[in-house]
């Protein structure tokens, strides 16, 4: 009887296991095929999330772009893939805000909506998840008065009311306020004169430092990597990089800056007298940046102190040199932090903790040459994320950024259909 019953039981078991597998509830491979980890030297790959995000791009005249790059032509046409400018090499700093210049030439590119590309350009505004603004506004502020009480801020101000008439003439802003609108806007500065017109637009902003949360926060804005200007570290193949870093800390900048930034002196202090800390107060010349390069390259930590604002460039010169980056800044936000998690590959203190004398360092001390090289490993895996190319590659800061767009895009279907059948707008707030 007992026997009957189990192996009517076993049967019964089989059978369902056996609809499970059939109608994809249970995958066997998870539980009997080990997960093959790949190579801890070789990229990290992330899983895209379905099809590419549709985007209509505006046609916008040359002056709201790539006109600045050579203000010598007086070419006005929307400029197309086939005229694609490079980046100059000359622009310095400049670089270090052009997100919106990437962007914008990743939509552009005819090779979109292939495998790996995370955005595809459709002609069709019906269609579209999402509308690209293509004007450079930190190109803008750099090359247009970028003292702020320069006269020819006005030059700014005026391409501003431009683009924002533009935009209030067009059907699809309207429709939804700007909401399903896409600007970058990564120096601070940017769109200074107009900002409360896009508070309610998709902003593409390095941290939240300078906007207060009505215009900018986490819940509609994406957060993205500056562009990095030291050069990538291509050919780091040293056999024992933990012994070849003989800089235990680096930092080379500006050391007086405002807000979070005082904290640069106070470091100065602080990390003073040790022999394998190097901590330089530098302006960012072309001679300096070729030193940073390869100081970077010589050490085992990048400190990355908050400047102006919580985040820096120097944070992704830093990945991108293979340099374990040390974090202090109590307000940064960091990019794709759903898809990476930091603390495999960085280090981060408070203020409190960073002032304390002795204490960054003899924590950094502790790390053993196992667990940096874990770090080092992890760094090395990721760093192409924060690459930036064109024509954008699988997986690189410009099609992470565009992951990250495709997220915010169901939120702002659900605002924009609610605005539109509400007679009485956030009816809810009124509720006692």
């Not at 379905?50 to 791009?57: C, D, R, Y």
């Not at 020819?152 to 009311?161: A, N, P, Y």
Request: aromatic share 12%.
């Amino acid at each position: 009887m007992y026997r009957k019953a189990a192996i009517g039981l076993t049967f019964a078991l089989l059978l369902l296991i056996s609809y499970s597998i059939f109608i994809g509830t249970v995958d066997l491979r998870s539980y009997f095929i080990p997960l093959l980890k790949s190579s801890p030297l070789a990229p990290q790959s992330l899983c895209a999330t379905g099809p590419p995000l549709k985007v209509f791009m505006y046609d916008l005249p040359r002056r709201f772009n790539v006109g600045m790059l050579n203000r010598k032509s007086a070419e006005e046409a929307p400029v197309t893939a086939r005229e694609w400018p490079p980046w100059p090499r000359n622009y310095g700093l400049k670089k270090q805000h052009s997100v919106e210049y990437w962007m914008m030439g990743s939509v552009l590119w005819e090779g979109n909506g292939g495998e790996g590309s995370e955005v595809v350009r459709v002609s069709d505004p019906e269609v579209a998840d999402a509308f690209f603004v293509p004007f450079f506004s930190s190109l803008s502020f750099n090359t247009h008065g970028h003292n702020m009480n320069d006269p020819e801020t006005e030059v700014d101000h005026q391409l501003q009311i431009d683009v924002m008439k533009l935009l209030h003439e067009s059907k699809y802003w309207n429709r939804s306020g700007g909401r399903d609108h896409v600007i970058p806007m990564t120096h601070p500065n940017a769109f200074r004169f107009l900002r409360p017109q896009i508070n309610a637009s998709i902003q593409i902003v390095v941290d939240f430092g300078r906007y207060p949360h009505v215009m900018s926060n986490l819940s509609k804005d994406v957060v993205t990597p500056y562009v990095h200007v030291v050069e990538s570290f291509t050919d780091d193949n040293s056999s024992d990089p933990y012994e070849f870093r003989t800089t235990l800390l680096f930092f080379q900048g500006r050391t007086h800056r405002k807000d979070e930034g005082i904290v640069r002196a106070k470091l100065a202090k602080v990390l003073a007298g040790y022999d394998d800390v190097h901590y330089e107060r530098s302006v960012a010349t072309g001679e300096n940046i070729k030193l940073s390069t390869q100081r970077m390259r010589a050490s085992k930590f990048c400190l990355h102190p908050a400047g102006d604002t919580p985040s820096s460039c120097r944070l992704f010169d830093a990945i991108v040199s293979h340099c374990i980056p040390v974090i202090v800044s109590d307000e940064i936000e960091l990019p794709f932090e759903d898809e990476l998690d930091y603390n495999q590959f960085s280090v981060f203190f408070s203020f409190k903790e960073a002032l304390q004398p002795g204490y960054m360092v003899n924590e950094l001390r502790k790390l053993s040459k196992e667990k940096w090289m874990e770090m080092y490993r992890h760094l090395k895996s990721i760093s192409h994320h924060f690459e930036f190319h064109y024509p954008p590659e699988k997986e690189d800061a410009v099609n992470m950024l565009w992951r990250q767009v495709k997220r915010k895009v169901p939120a702002v279907k659900l605002a924009v259909h609610r605005s539109q059948r509400l007679k009485i707008p956030d009816w809810w707030r009124r509720r006692k």
